[in-house]
């Protein structure tokens, strides 16, 4: 009998312990991330974004504290001069999918245009948002953080940069009570077919 009650206190133990432990997890990119840059019409700079079409199988596992970039999309514009309207702030928006977690991230920013002494460097400078936190349950959460984008040309703007994406994991989240009871119990099953069996 005291093998019994040892048996099921070690195994509280371990279910227990598993539930507080946050191990790696694994993010799965979604195919549904792109740039809205609808707002950046003329008058403006009018900008254009290209999501990275393989952004769909982009895999990767992280444990806390854990860092993974990737390329998210490139933009630019086919411009080929910065006239005074085209240096006014413009808003854009990238929405990044995840299909794990199941989630959208919206993440805003600006574009402006600029030029230099007599017009001789024109360019275009995208700017986002601080890295934004996202909690995805059962204490699961993690910052994501786009890269910031300047192209400078000589007497145009006519270019494109690359935006990288990246996904910084704080905590896993850690397994669900029913998952680690039904641990709990198969074990202590198992623990009582080996008795059987010896008997």
């Known amino acids: 009998m005291k093998k019994v009650w040892g048996m099921m206190v070690l195994v509280g133990v371990l279910i227990f312990g598993m539930g507080r432990i946050s191990g790696a997890y694994q993010f799965d990119m979604g195919t549904d991330s792109y740039i809205d840059v609808s707002q950046t019409g003329d008058p403006g700079l009018v900008m254009q974004a290209i999501t990275n079409p393989s952004l769909g199988s982009e895999i990767f596992s992280l444990n806390p504290g854990g860092s993974h970039s990737f390329f998210f999309a490139t933009i630019g514009t086919d411009e080929t001069a910065i006239n005074p309207d085209d240096q006014v702030t413009k808003l854009i928006t990238a929405h990044v999918d995840f299909d794990n977690p199941d989630l959208i991230a919206l993440f805003g920013g600006t574009s402006v245009g600029f030029k230099g002494w007599l017009s001789i460097t024109q360019g ?60 709990g119990a198969g074990l202590i099953g198992l623990f009582g077919f080996r008795r059987k069996f010896r008997r």
């Open 124 to 183: 275009w400078q995208v700017a986002w948002e601080d890295p934004k936190a996202f909690d995805f349950g059962s204490g699961g959460k993690f910052t994501l953080d786009l890269s910031d984008a300047t192209h400078i040309g000589f007497f145009s703007p006519a270019g494109w940069e690359s935006i990288c994406a990246t996904v910084t994991l704080i905590t896993a989240p850690v397994p669900e009570p029913a998952a680690m009871i039904l641990l």
